[in-house]
């Protein structure tokens, strides 16, 4: 599990650097929260990351016409600035393998991120 096609870690300058979501880099040190959620599809790219965002279990019928989703990782500066970082190369639905894949690589950046930033819980 690669995850460098996504972030890269540069633990001496203590940076991160998103490659697919908000690219850019950013300090281990004004990260405050981070979490795996479910974007939906249609919203990706459109204005502030995981505004819209689906549960990872059943879905109640004919709620959602469009149920496909992008798996990603939010990430919460301390100015309040969202961050997301784009697990799913497509779109997906829920408990697909690809879906199951891409919570698998997204909980792994997860607990990478909490490392090195220092992020309890």
Avoid: H, W
Wanted: glycine content about 8%; aromatic content about 10%.
């Amino acid at each position: 599990m690669d995850l460098n096609e996504y972030v890269k870690f540069d633990d001496s300058c203590k940076q991160f650097e998103i490659l697919n979501g908000t690219q850019g880099k950013y300090s281990y040190d004004d990260v405050t929260r981070v979490s795996v959620l479910n974007e939906k599809a249609k919203y990706k790219g459109k204005g502030i990351p995981f505004t819209a965002v689906l549960p990872g279990g059943p879905l109640p019928s004919g709620l959602f016409q469009n149920p496909y989703l992008y798996v990603g990782v939010k990430i919460v500066l301390k100015n309040e600035t969202v961050l997301a970082i784009y697990v799913s190369k497509e779109k997906t639905m829920v408990n697909t393998d690809q879906y199951i894949q891409d919570r698998k690589i997204a909980k792994k950046i997860e607990g990478v991120i909490k490392d090195v930033c220092e992020i309890s819980g």
